[in-house]
């Protein structure tokens, strides 16, 4: 049963618009929230969080949004830029009840047009 | 080192044979992790280190897999008699464990079972 979804495995954007990530999760005990963008042949580098006491967390050209009744987050890179082209993946873990290890979605391919 | 380090980068071995993946993890980063990424999937916790003993070792798949960690610093990944199935890259992540739970990732092992 996968706890994170990523339901769109891949997003095509122009460059200069807006890239909006969606992720969804089923865990309601999640309380910690995380984005990683990973190029090929790489790890996952960590890109932005959000804790479950927000509903949003801006970190220059990246926002996350959360909505906790939905038990849905979001990530916006506005403007998009061709060097965001990469997967992304949304995370989550339960920090709270001490259970640190985080819970990857599939991962959502971006590709950023000039 | 400034990052994680995983070695080997890439692991070829034939069915049966044991493997034995390393990772280094950022000096001082006390909570070690590792994941695997199977063919279009996203990444699947195995085991976590917290110091050298794993509080959590839910996600090792079958009693083939092990793993330990010595001194708080290095962890070796084994996984014996390798099946075609256990083909993957196996990530290794650390980090400080605080609130924040951000975990830095190393770059992987490729391992390929024939």
């Known amino acids: 049963d996968q706890q994170v979804k990523q339901n769109s495995p891949s997003l095509s954007v122009q460059e200069g618009r807006i890239s909006i990530l969606n992720c969804d999760y089923t865990n309601s005990m999640f309380d910690y929230f995380l984005w990683y963008k990973k190029y090929p042949a790489e790890g996952p580098t960590f890109l932005i969080s959000?804790?479950?006491?927000?509903d949003k967390n801006e970190d220059g050209r990246f926002t996350v949004f959360l909505n906790k009744s939905a038990k849905h987050l979001s990530l916006h890179i506005v403007p998009s830029q061709p060097g965001d082209s990469a997967v992304y993946f949304c995370?989550?873990?339960?920090?709270?009840?001490?259970?640190?290890?985080?819970?990857f979605g599939k991962g959502t391919l971006l590709t950023v047009n000039p | 080192g400034a990052g994680v380090s995983q070695s080997p980068s890439n692991k070829v071995t034939e069915k049966g044979k044991d493997v034995e993946l390393r990772c280094d993890p950022i000096s001082g980063h006390t909570a070690l992790y590792w994941y695997r990424q199977s063919l279009g999937q996203g990444l699947e916790f195995l085991i976590y280190f917290q110091g050298n003993s794993a509080p959590d070792k839910s996600g090792l798949p079958s009693d083939r897999f092990s793993a330990e960690r010595t001194g708080g610093s290095v962890s070796t990944l084994t996984i014996q008699r390798t099946q075609q199935e256990d083909s993957a890259v196996y990530l290794c992540a650390s980090s400080t464990q605080s609130e924040f739970n951000e975990q830095f990732f190393g770059p992987g092992t490729r391992l390929t079972v024939l």
């Open positions: 959000i804790s479950s006491i927000k």
């Open positions: 995370a989550a873990s339960a920090i709270r009840g001490s259970n640190y290890k985080l819970t």
